[in-house]
């Protein structure tokens, strides 16, 4: 789905659409790979911590980065998920 929108927002110029899109597809990939690893690790009762970009929706385990490596938004975006 994504891909096809960045290229169509290519072909129009619009580098904000190209951005969002981006970035989009960039965070279900991460989203993805969650998703896997939480259903391969479900019943071991194992407690992970996830934090969420508020920039972009980038979502990483245990301990926010510095720097989100999707958007490039500081540590002080990211929020706990209870
Ligand atoms: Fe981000």
């Given at each position: 789905m994504y891909p096809d929108f960045i290229e169509e927002a290519k072909i129009e110029g619009n580098k904000k659409a190209v951005w969002t899109f981006d970035v989009a597809n960039q965070v279900e990939e991460i989203h993805a790979v969650l998703y896997k690893k939480a259903l391969a690790d479900m019943g071991d009762n194992e407690e992970v911590d996830y934090y969420v970009c508020g920039c972009c929706g980038n979502t990483v385990e245990n301990e926010a980065p510095?720097?989100?490596?999707?958007?490039?938004?500081?540590?002080?975006?990211f929020f706990q998920v209870d």
């Amino acid at each position: 789905m994504y891909p096809d929108f960045i290229e169509e927002a290519k072909i129009e110029g619009n580098k904000k659409a190209v951005w969002t899109f981006d970035v989009a597809n960039q965070v279900e990939e991460i989203h993805a790979v969650l998703y896997k690893k939480a259903l391969a690790d479900m019943g071991d009762n194992e407690e992970v911590d996830y934090y969420v970009c508020g920039c972009c929706g980038n979502t990483v385990e245990n301990e926010a980065p510095d720097i989100c490596p999707v958007c490039e938004c500081p540590k002080v975006e990211f929020f706990q998920v209870d």
